[in-house]
C-alpha cells in the first residue's frame, strides 16, 4: 500500500513569489502615479489656456465696444507701458459698455505684484462720475488671470505698433488694438518657469463708438 503524499510550498518559493509580486505591483503603481500626474498636468494647461482665451474675448469685445467722444469729457481711451522686474504690464483705461453698470463705464485692466506674481486686474465705475467722486465710490475690481508672464496692449500707429496712447491728446482712438498675454505652465509646487511658454493673442478693431 502507498503511503499519499501531500505536495506544498516551501518557505523558500513562497518568499520569492512574494518579491516577485511586490515589484510587480511596485511597476504598477509607478505607472498609475505617472499616468495621473501627466493627466493632472495636462488638465492644469488645459484650465489656463481656457482662462486666458476667455479673457482675451472679455477684453476684445469690450474694446470693440469703446465709446469716445473728443468733446465729452467722460469718454476716455488710454494705454500706458510699464513694467515689473523686465516683465511686460499694461496699463489700459476705456470708456465702454458693460453689463455690470448702468450705461457707460470706465473700465481698467491693470496688473499687480503680489507675493512675486503677476496678477490682471479689473475696475469697473460709471464713467460719469466726478473726479472727486471716482476715487471715493466702491468699484467692482476682480482678479482676471493670476501667474502670467507679461500683459501687453498695442496699438497700431501708421506702420509700427506702440505702447503708449491718450486720447486726450490724440482726439481719437486706433483703429486696431492687439492684445497678448503670455504666461507658463509651471509646476504648482515648485512655482518654477520650467515649463512652456504660452501666447495667447488677438486683434481688436473699435466699432461701435469710437469717434461720436
Given at each position: 500500500m502507498?503511503?499519499?503524499r501531500i505536495?506544498?510550498?516551501t518557505l523558500?518559493?513562497?518568499l520569492?513569489?512574494i518579491?516577485i509580486?511586490?515589484v510587480v505591483?511596485?511597476?504598477?503603481?509607478?505607472t498609475?502615479f505617472l499616468s495621473?500626474?501627466?493627466?493632472a498636468?495636462v488638465d492644469g494647461t488645459?484650465?489656463?489656456l481656457?482662462e486666458?482665451?476667455?479673457?482675451?474675448d472679455?477684453?476684445k469685445?469690450?474694446i470693440?465696444?469703446?465709446?469716445y467722444s473728443?468733446d465729452?469729457s467722460?469718454t476716455?481711451?488710454?494705454?500706458?507701458?510699464?513694467?515689473?522686474?523686465?516683465?511686460?504690464a499694461s496699463?489700459?483705461?476705456?470708456?465702454?459698455?458693460s453689463?455690470?453698470t448702468?450705461?457707460?463705464?470706465k473700465?481698467?485692466y491693470?496688473?499687480?505684484?503680489r507675493d512675486?506674481?503677476l496678477?490682471i486686474t479689473?475696475?469697473?465705475?460709471?464713467?460719469?462720475l466726478?473726479p472727486?467722486?471716482y476715487?471715493k465710490?466702491q468699484?467692482?475690481?476682480?482678479d482676471?488671470?493670476e501667474?502670467?508672464q507679461?500683459?501687453?496692449?498695442?496699438c497700431?500707429?501708421?506702420n509700427?505698433?506702440?505702447?503708449?496712447?491718450?486720447?486726450?491728446?490724440?482726439?481719437?482712438?486706433?483703429?486696431?488694438i492687439?492684445i497678448?498675454?503670455t504666461?507658463y505652465?509651471?509646476n504648482?509646487?515648485?512655482?518654477?518657469n520650467?515649463?512652456?511658454?504660452?501666447?495667447?493673442?488677438d486683434i481688436a478693431?473699435p466699432?461701435?463708438?469710437k469717434n461720436?
Amino acid at each position: 500500500m502507498k503511503e499519499s503524499r501531500i505536495n506544498g510550498f516551501t518557505l523558500l518559493e513562497i518568499l520569492i513569489s512574494i518579491a516577485i509580486l511586490s515589484v510587480v505591483l511596485t511597476a504598477l503603481y509607478n505607472t498609475f502615479f505617472l499616468s495621473h500626474k501627466a493627466l493632472a498636468a495636462v488638465d492644469g494647461t488645459l484650465l489656463k489656456l481656457q482662462e486666458s482665451r476667455a479673457f482675451v474675448d472679455i477684453l476684445k469685445r469690450e474694446i470693440e465696444s469703446v465709446i469716445y467722444s473728443r468733446d465729452n469729457s467722460y469718454t476716455v481711451f488710454r494705454m500706458d507701458d510699464r513694467d515689473y522686474y523686465g516683465h511686460q504690464a499694461s496699463r489700459l483705461t476705456m470708456s465702454s459698455l458693460s453689463p455690470l453698470t448702468n450705461g457707460m463705464a470706465k473700465i481698467n485692466y491693470t496688473t499687480e505684484e503680489r507675493d512675486g506674481r503677476l496678477i490682471i486686474t479689473k475696475e469697473i465705475k460709471s464713467a460719469f462720475l466726478q473726479p472727486d467722486l471716482y476715487q471715493k465710490t466702491q468699484s467692482n475690481k476682480i482678479d482676471m488671470i493670476e501667474d502670467v508672464q507679461s500683459f501687453t496692449v498695442e496699438c497700431k500707429y501708421g506702420n509700427r505698433w506702440v505702447k503708449t496712447w491718450d486720447s486726450a491728446l490724440t482726439k481719437n482712438v486706433p483703429n486696431e488694438i492687439r492684445i497678448l498675454v503670455t504666461f507658463y505652465i509651471s509646476n504648482k509646487e515648485t512655482r518654477d518657469n520650467t515649463g512652456r511658454l504660452y501666447v495667447i493673442s488677438d486683434i481688436a478693431k473699435p466699432r461701435i463708438g469710437k469717434n461720436l
